[in-house]
């Protein structure tokens, strides 16, 4: 039981922390730039999307479920 609780704060905690970036970025499109009247007006290109900074944590996360899927059907399948 205490292991289902500390196990969820930490997801919350990971959620919480992985979706304060989204927030935390400017609510307009980025200015754009003067370029001279020769040449054609180019729009700069958008913001990062947050997921690509924090891919890597995503796929980690992945990973632990799915072990934790793996081991508990495991645990599942050999108890009377």
Do not use: N
């Not at 990971?14 to 927030?23: G, K, L, Q, R």
């Not at 980690?60 to 072990?67: A, D, F, K, R």
Request: net charge positive; with cysteine; hydrophobic share 50%.
């Amino acid at each position: 039981m205490a292991f289902r609780i500390r196990f969820l704060l930490l997801c919350l905690v990971i959620f919480v922390s992985t979706i304060a970036p989204i927030y935390a970025q400017k609510a307009g499109p980025p200015e754009p730039t003067l370029s001279s009247q020769s040449e054609p007006s180019i729009p700069p290109p958008g913001l990062p999307v947050p997921i690509d900074d924090h891919i890597w944590l995503l796929l980690i996360m992945g990973l632990v479920l799915g072990v934790y899927f793996l081991v508990k059907k495991k645990i599942t399948v050999s108890a009377p």
